[in-house]
């Protein structure tokens, strides 16, 4: 059985625990054992995206020599933090002839989860079965910094059941952020109830996405306007439709 | 002028109270949105010509000194006066003397946002001088003492009838909302400018080193009267807005009206070189164009050097979620939008304008739609580190990292925290919390927050009968 | 002097900072142009030059072209015009047919009058069918104002100087930049004057002339 690592990041691990099990719950349902590096924390984006680099680099130095200690794939459920391993750190390291090695190396064998799954391990049927009326939401570093797209909708449309509606082009931010949905809350609002205004407009049961960032902002969003839509990670989708 | 540290929420409640006027702008920017889009696919290889645009302008900055003389001594060889301005005052200094010498009162402008930067109008005028914006946006900006609130279409944000007031009171005409009418009074009113003025005004979409060439990139003529029709030309010039080539320009001229507008090209592009030649009928007699520093050699000697690549399309203000939600106005700078939240810092100072670069979610959509492929986002993420090694931060959020820090560089200290975190969410249950104090209370006035959960990796621990 | 010394700073700022070479990345010598264009002639270009709301007449020759600005005028009650005197001392033809028609043809004189004329009737050295622009160059006998200051601008084009596209164009001129510093001006047309400043509310003919309108001829003949 191939073991691959996993790298859960801070949100899912102590806000999502649950989407945090279904991610587990598909991949050891493809046949992997699942590593969790005990003692994982932070990638560092957080501090990274304020302007706080010194602190960036130390979280950043933490995470980079627990994961060197693994060896295989890690796979990480978030396409911000894939964002900010693959794209940032090599900018937190310039020349540094410690560091800089360690993240290309690192780079080399981070998976985004959608990522993994079609492109490395060559799935997108999975079986599950999840009738419902769905919109996607392509997270934007997910999108314009991974680059994933294809893959979350091509394990979608595997899905049983599930009706993926269309929505206004071109996908937009949904205003999280990070830290600007508090430093500049109106703004953030205001993207937000664009958002959730074209979410609606399609009738769709829920938001799905591969990035819980977003998420946990788009549902706060709805729960706050009282709408009865609610958001679910892919992995949800794929570990509850495989339940099935 | 203030130059007191903006603030964007400030200016953001100030928008958010005229929606009207916002609907305006997301309108004017879808629709030079789709307009880049559709006109991108008349090409052949859109991307290999952006590819290509984007080392011409590489090329050309990182060998700035070298065009720049070029250019001077191209233009020069032409009778042209070639003009260098270490800043602001100096380049409004420059051009006052070059209108005194020249007997200079009135004065035609065309629309150049680097005017608006180094404040142009109000150093003429306090030298005696009139000066009369001609873009028919900016001319109705001017007439109502308003600022422009996009970069192609500065008065989006007023409507017909807005017009039809400025224009009944300053211009003292019957009022009329009619459109077509209103562009005939802008049209009367400013063709006996264009034939008084004794100096023309522009600015330079790009200029050409091998020739001593400026390039004007318009639509209405106003730039060809105001470079045509007075005895006196002078163009403002940031001095990054070069091109080697002729050939180069062309290049980037394919770029720069589809990523603007969604033209294929603008109603008027004019290749400038020199002042009338002797047996021309018409021309400027006199031709000047000032160099503009004013920070650009600051940046190009940073790690924010990218950003002059920039050919000032707007293509990144019209494709960016925060500028369509609300407006040029709320940036309170002259350049606004992701390409104005680099360089107003950059230029002005980023304790002037630390808010700008803050407001983002760095969501990349300007780097795509950029015609040279700036790194935007990164440029943005490098000032708000420079914002941070400068201590402009709010305490909290320096409080808040600073303990993010300390607890996730330890697994003992995180497993702690996460720990406690599990027992408060036995205090406050499993619903969406309405609520949250101090600096957080930003986000639940828009929407809740999920509730403390057991974390993930202490269930795990649990199971394996670790903990 | 101060100026001389702003130039020397600005230049010596330029070179220390060029020095730290924090660029993203270093081109030191300028790309290879060789880029697909789109490819069209005739057909392309009037079908891009009505898209602007310009009128594009098509005839089979020189002479017809000048008998149709004739007709034109006289459909328009046009009785004064703007002219490149070159187009007059090229073909004096046409400049008898002027004459017969009762049309004057006004020259000289105060700018401020010549304003006042209705209609300038132009050439172009070039046109460019992939976006239907139309080249115009200011050298003597071909001034600029009069494609610039009446409403209607009148473009006398030949077919073979109609270009697949701007680089083609550029690509095909021999001694380009000593052709282009030949005038102090050369303008590209694409349109009427335009803006959407109002209300975003496409109008015409805002300082320039709102309506172009252009007469081509499909061959030369030797006269």
Known sequence: MEKVNLFITCLLDTLFPDTAQAVVDVLEHLGLTVHIPKGQTCCGQPAFNAGFWDEARDMARYTIDLFSKVEGPIIIPSGSCGVMIIRHYPELFSNDPVYGPKIQALAGRLFEFTQFLVDHLHVSSLGAAFPARIVYHPSCHTLRGLQVDRQPRALLAEVQGLEILSQENPPTCCGFGGIFAIKMPEISGQMLANRLTAFEATGADLVVGCDISCLMHIEGGLRKKGSR???????????QGLKS | ???????????????????????????????????????????????????????????????????????????????????????????????????????????AKSK????????????????????????????????SGDHPSHIIAPVVHLNRKDVGRVFAEKLKVPYTENVLELNAIARRSLREVFLSADMGISGCNLAVAETGTICLVTNEGNGRMVTSLPRVHVALMGMERIVPTIKDLGVLLQLLARSATGQKMSSYTSLITGPRRQREEKG???????????????????????VLYCIRCAACLNVCPVYRSIGGHAYGAVYTGPIGSVISPALGGIARYADLPQASTLCGACREACPVRIDLPTLLLRLRNKTIRQEISPLWMKAGLKGFRWITTDAGRYNFLTWLAGIFSKVLGKQWLTWLPGPLRGWTRYRSFPPFQKSFQQRRRRAKGED | ???????????????????RSLLPEAVAEGPSLEIPGNAGGLDRFVSEFEKLSGKAF??????EAFDLVIKIFAERGWKQTLIWEILLDRNPLFRQLLDAAGIEVRRGGEIRDLAKIAVGITGAQAALADSGTLVLQNIPGQPSFVSLLPEVHLVLLCADDIHPNLQKYLEGIEDLNNQVSASSNLVFITGPSRTGDIELILTLGVHGPGEVIVIIWEKEERS
Do not use: C
């Open chain 3, 58 to 63: 098509r005839v089979r020759t020189r002479q």
């Open chain 2, 1 to 107: 002028m203030s130059t007191a540290p903006v603030s964007i929420r400030q200016g953001v409640k100030k928008a958010l109270e005229n929606p009207d006027r916002l609907v305006n702008i997301q309108t004017a920017a879808e629709r030079f949105y789709t307009g880049r889009i559709a006109a991108l696919t008349t090409l052949p290889d859109s991307d290999a010509l952006r590819d290509l645009g984007r080392k011409i302008r590489a090329h050309t900055i990182a060998h700035l000194d070298q065009y720049l003389l070029q250019f001077e001594a191209s233009l020069s060889a032409l009778g042209g006066v070639v003009h260098w301005a270490g800043d602001a005052r100096e380049a409004g200094e420059i051009i006052t003397q070059i209108a005194r010498a020249a007997q200079v009162k009135r004065i």
């Open chain 3, 1 to 19: 002097m101060e100026m001389s010394n702003s130039r020397q700073k600005i230049l010596k700022d330029l070179r220390e900072g060029l020095k």
């Open chain 2, 284 to 306: 400027p007699q006199e031709l000047h164009v000032v160099i503009l520093d004013n920070g650009r050699t600051g940046i190009l000697g940073s790690d924010l050097a990218e």
């Open chain 2, 112 to 143: 150049s946002m680097v005017s608006e930067e180094i404040q142009l109008n109000a150093r003429l005028e306090a030298a005696g001088m009139e000066i009369v914006e001609t873009d028919l946006g900016e001319y109705i900006a001017q007439l």
């Open chain 1, 229 to 239: 839509m609610r958001t679910m990670h892919i992995a949800q989708i794929l570990a």
